[in-house]
């Protein structure tokens, strides 16, 4: 539901409300209480929703604060340098988890988030399930809380020659013979 809409089901409801504790009034009866504190914070919160549904979103740059250097520079995302770099083998594929044989045989475990770039061959892909054992992979990580964490996952798997067709192969064999003449 958008702020608009809500918006106005509130002054609906507070008007009503109004209008409803007028018609329960008797005319020849004076009342000088003070309304109880359950009725001063349904009002209160009544009327916080009603300015809270016509306040808009602060700009982003009178958020910046004086030290802010403004930008991240020319296509930054905003992110520090990742804080290393590892090349190797995909070892073990976990569900959130990879486990690489770095290039010197080392074992490393990497933590795989739902914040991190996975990409086979160049492309995008979703979790690790195209993942393999043996798979050539090259990761860029940050330090986090229980160890590495990737940023983003590459892995290139070496295509498959391609096989001629049958076309191809008739193709071959009739230059075969002009060859030996």
């Known amino acids: 539901m958008d702020r608009t809409r809500q918006g106005r089901r509130l002054v609906l409801a507070l008007a009503a409300g109004v209008l409803g504790s007028g018609c329960e009034r008797q005319e020849d009866k004076v009342t000088t209480q003070n309304p109880s504190a359950d009725d001063r914070e349904v009002r ?8 809270a549904s016509r306040e808009r979103a602060p700009d982003p740059e009178a958020l910046k604060g004086p030290d802010d250097p403004g930008g991240t520079g020319q296509g930054g995302s905003g992110r520090p340098e990742p804080t290393g770099t590892l090349s190797g083998r995909v070892e073990w594929v976990g569900d959130n988890e990879l486990l690489i044989r770095d290039t010197g045989g080392q074992e490393r475990d990497v933590e795989v988030t739902p914040d991190t770039l996975l990409r086979l061959n160049g492309n995008p892909v979703v979790g690790l399930a195209s993942m393999r054992e ?4 090259e990761v860029t990580y940050d330090d986090g809380p229980g160890g590495w964490v990737a940023r983003q996952v590459d892995v290139v798997v070496p295509q498959a020659p391609k096989l001629p067709t049958e076309r191809e192969l008739h193709e071959r064999e009739r230059e075969k013979p002009s060859a030996r003449q």
């Open 134 to 137: 043996g798979d050539p992979v």
């Open 44 to 51: 209160s919160s009544l009327l916080r929703d009603l300015v």
